[in-house]
């Protein structure tokens, strides 16, 4: 079974450490992912930043492996 490694970009909308669960808010609507203890830059993932987060399908759960903010130099390149 091979990981394949997934991006979303969105807005955080919840982060509950108690279910160890991560709410991003995506153009498809609110996609809920599973955090854990080997998740890098949690500290980016606070209510109403923008953030970009990689993640795996494991056991058909999307599991985080890390969270960044988008900034400047994540930015996305305009069509000319």
Do not use: C, M, Y
Request: proline share 5%; charged share 30%; aromatic share 2%.
């Amino acid at each position: 079974l091979a990981l394949a490694q997934a991006e979303l970009r969105g807005t955080v909308v919840k982060v509950d450490k108690a279910t160890d669960q991560l709410v991003v808010k995506t153009q498809r609507g609110e996609e809920t992912l599973l955090l854990s203890s080997g998740t890098k830059g949690l500290g980016h993932a606070k209510e109403g930043a923008k953030v970009i987060v990689k993640f795996s399908e494991k056991d058909g759960q999307p599991r985080v492996t890390e969270i960044a903010p988008q900034d400047a130099k994540t930015k996305q390149i305009a069509p000319p």
